[in-house]
């Protein structure tokens, strides 16, 4: 495709290319007559073996008038490589190269427009994707990688100054963000004051890289950094060799990472923290030091970390605390001295063996909240709840949920006090078999399975039917009555 093509569409503005396999791109001698594409996206063209005939390459680059601003090459298997005139396209702004699996080097490439704002790259095997990244792309806001087995590290010195969001994917080899060599000699010269990072990545998401060990061997993460999410990286050990968190953090999820200990040495400074989940961490051990940050904290989510022994410290100080969700953590055999915030709205326990000492503590202490579910933890427990020790449940609870209580047999006539109570569950009860008098009003949703002595008496027309014929929705099992 060339020169005779563009002759007939001198103010075309967006050119798609898809599923033609025998298309070749020959060279385009008058290339004004393409000053007016916005768009370029070939895909699916297997036998485009270059963007630019490589006589015409050199012309290109004394004088390239084209006002492109999207270029796209998918599915071109047989691309060998991109133009070294990139450079030349001022106007481009995004650049996408999806599935071209013979691309043999990004190295080649002079440079890159100064207005690109977005690159994204998925299953490539090219190598030098640093050649794209680095801090001269001062329009950079975007970069994903996906399914790139050749990349190690992003960035050769430092991650480009305008850089908002950074997506990883699948990319197996990929060991820091940042080159170790080159980062080490770029602590030094922060550290004599002659250089700093001065990166303003708000978002950094890294998904399935298994040979990723550190976020940066030298160095700390941007402090303009809002959200992190890691997930299944299984040999990542430390997000920082100073251990600490980025100060504008919001938001941090980890996942999946089975030799992560530690996710700082502090926090409790860091003021924007709202959020953080630490799921299926089996080698996490200690909360650091300190406690958890208290103005902001609203979400705390810890599953599946066995060698984690104890909560944070200070829980009883995060004021904003509304969700608590601690699971499968049978480390964990110790409960705060001082209790749980009054204030939190939502709380669940799975598996954890704080449950007697949470009871006798005191839920009734919990004013505002409004869910609780608890699973397991409690095989003493004969009656919920145990009004025979004085323990009593919040009236603002709106939502109860009781699974796997091996020796629960009644639900206490307390319940009875619960006027906002609206969902009522029970799972995995084998021995309940006992209701109060009669349940509050306001249920609207009965949930019990796994329970077949209480559920025979639930039937139409059985004993318990006459105090629950007015719940709205009720579900026996697999089967739902209302």
Not at 315 to 323: E, I, K, P, Q, T
């Amino acid at each position: 495709m060339g020169e005779s093509f563009v002759q007939g569409v001198p103010k075309l503005e967006e050119l798609r290319i898809c599923g033609c396999k025998d298309i070749t791109f020959k060279g385009m001698e008058s290339h004004q007559d393409i000053s007016s594409l916005h768009g370029s996206a070939p895909g699916r063209c297997s036998q485009v073996l270059s963007m630019v005939a490589e006589e015409e390459e050199k012309q290109l680059q004394q004088k390239f008038p084209c006002r492109l601003h999207n270029l796209e090459l998918r599915d071109c298997e047989n691309l060998a490589k991109l133009p070294q005139m990139l450079h030349n396209l001022s106007s481009l702004t995004d650049i996408s190269i999806k599935n071209c699996s013979n691309l043999v080097s990004f190295a080649e490439v002079v440079g890159l427009p100064s207005r690109l704002r977005s690159i994204t790259i998925e299953n490539c095997k090219a190598r030098g994707v640093e050649a794209l990244v680095h801090s001269s792309m001062t329009s950079l806001e975007s970069f994903k990688i996906s399914d790139c087995e050749s990349v190690k590290y992003i960035a050769r010195v430092q991650l480009p100054p305008n850089l908002k969001r950074l997506d990883i994917k699948y990319c197996n080899n990929l060991q820091t963000l940042v080159d170790n060599e080159v980062s080490e000699m770029l602590e030094e010269s922060i550290n004599s004051g002659s250089s700093q990072n001065t990166s303003l990545l708000e978002y950094l998401n890294i998904k399935d890289c298994e040979s990723l060990a550190s976020l940066l061997s030298h160095g700390e993460l941007p402090c303009s950094v809002k959200c992190i999410e890691i997930d299944n990286c299984p040999n990542l050990v430390s997000f920082s060799p100073r251990g600490n968190l980025p100060t504008a953090l919001g938001y941090l999820s980890i996942r999946q990472c089975s030799k992560l200990e530690s996710i700082a040495e502090r926090v409790n400074d860091n003021t924007s923290l709202q959020e953080i989940e630490i799921m299926d961490c089996p080698s996490f051990i200690p909360f650091p030091d300190g406690g958890l940050p208290s103005t902001k904290l609203s979400a705390l989510y810890i599953n599946e970390c066995e060698r984690l022994a104890a909560l944070p410290n200070g829980m009883c100080n995060l004021s904003s605390l509304r969700n608590l969700k601690i699971q499968k953590c049978p480390g964990i055999v110790s409960f705060p001295e001082d209790g749980f915030p009054t204030n939190i709205w939502s709380l669940e326990v799975k598996d954890a063996n704080i449950c007697k000492p949470l009871f006798e503590w005191g839920l009734h202490r919990l004013t505002s909240l409004s869910v609780l579910k608890i699973s397991g933890g409690c095989d003493d427990v004969e009656s919920f709840p145990q009004e025979e020790i004085g323990i009593k449940l919040p009236i603002s609870l709106a939502t109860l949920e009781i699974e796997n209580f091996p020796n629960l047999e009644s639900l206490s006539s307390s319940v009875q006090n619960l006027t906002s109570l609206g969902r009522l569950h029970f799972l995995r009860c084998p021995k309940l078999k006992y209701f109060p008098k009669g349940l509050p009003s306001s249920i609207y949703d009965l949930y019990i399975d796994g329970c077949p002595l209480l559920e025979e008496k639930c039937k139409k027309n059985a004993e318990y039917w006459p105090i629950i014929a007015n719940v709205i929705m009720i579900r026996l099992g697999e089967r739902r009555i209302y």
